[in-house]
C-alpha cells in the first residue's frame, strides 16, 4: 500500500515515538480512517523521516512508535536556491509548490525593474503553507524555506551559492551544455535566478554577471516564469546529481 506522509513537529518526537497534532491527527483519524498497526512516513520538516507504526488514534491527536529513522530522506545532494519574480495570481503558489516537488531548499521571491507586481508578503503565510503541503506530497523530508519578498539587488549582491546561474537570454549567454562541462562535483550550491515576466534589464545582468552570476539560455522562445523555473531546475538536478 502506498505510504502517506505526515509532518511531526521536531518538538513532538524523541526518535523513538512521534505525536501527530491539528491537522496531521484529524486527517489520520478522519480523512484517511487510519487504524492502530498501521504504517506512516512522519517527516519533521528539518530532513528527517520516520518510518511509524500508529499506536493511539483519535482526531486530536495521533501516536505512534518509530520503527526506522531515516536521515536526510528524499532530498538532493546539491543545494539548490531558486530566486523567481514574483508573478500576477495564483501563479506563484505553483512555482512554490513545483520548485518544492523538484527539490530546492529555499524560494525566494523578488521584484525588479521590469515586475509588472509590486512586492507584497501578505502572500509569505500561504507559500510557506503550500511548501509544507507539497514537501509531504513528494515524499521529501525538509520543507524549503521561502524568504519574505526582497529587492533583485539584494539577491545578487548576497552570498548564497558556489554556482550561481541568472535564466537570460543574452549575448554572453552560454547553453547548458557549455555549463554542464564547468562542473565537477555533484555537492554544490547552486542558485539560479529566473524572471521576472518583464524580463530583465541590461543594467540587471550586467549587475549579475558582476556578481559572479553565470548567464545561460533556455532556448530562443520566451517563457513564462514558471516554466522557466521548472525548465531549470530540472536541468540543474539532472546536471549535479539528484538524490544522496
Not at 527539490?103 to 521590469?114: D, L
Not at 519574505?148 to 543574452?170: D, F, K, Q
Request: with cysteine.
Amino acid at each position: 500500500m502506498h505510504k502517506r506522509s505526515f509532518y511531526v513537529s521536531p518538538d513532538n518526537t524523541d526518535g523513538k515515538s512521534v505525536l501527530l497534532k491539528g491537522k496531521e491527527a484529524h486527517h489520520l483519524a478522519s480523512v484517511v480512517r487510519s487504524k492502530p498497526g498501521d504504517v506512516i512516513f512522519a517527516v519533521d520538516g528539518c530532513g528527517t523521516c520516520y518510518s511509524v507504526e500508529l499506536t493511539e488514534i483519535n482526531t486530536k491527536s495521533v501516536k505512534g512508535r518509530v520503527l526506522k529513522v531515516l536521515r536526510g530522506f528524499g532530498e538532493p545532494v546539491t543545494e539548490v536556491t531558486l530566486a523567481a519574480g514574483i508573478v500576477k495570481g495564483s501563479r506563484f503558489d505553483w512555482i512554490v509548490e513545483k520548485a518544492t516537488e523538484l527539490g530546492v531548499k529555499r524560494i525566494i521571491p523578488f521584484i525588479s525593474e521590469n515586475s509588472v507586481v509590486s512586492g507584497s508578503n501578505n502572500k509569505l503565510t500561504r507559500w510557506r503553507r503550500i511548501a509544507m503541503s507539497a514537501m509531504k506530497q513528494s515524499l521529501r523530508s525538509a520543507v524549503p524555506e521561502v524568504t519574505e519578498v526582497v529587492p533583485l539587488t539584494r539577491v545578487l549582491t548576497g552570498r548564497t551559492g558556489s554556482v550561481r546561474i541568472i535564466a537570460v537570454n543574452s549575448p554572453v549567454s552560454v547553453d547548458f551544455n557549455q555549463l554542464r562541462a564547468r562542473q565537477t562535483s555533484a555537492r554544490q550550491k547552486v542558485i539560479v535566478v529566473v524572471g521576472p515576466e518583464g524580463g530583465f534589464t541590461q543594467q540587471e545582468v550586467d549587475e549579475a554577471v558582476d556578481q559572479s552570476f553565470i548567464p545561460v539560455t533556455l532556448g530562443q522562445r520566451r517563457l513564462r516564469t514558471e516554466t522557466a523555473a521548472v525548465t531549470v531546475l530540472s536541468i540543474i538536478f539532472n546536471m549535479f546529481g539528484e538524490m544522496r
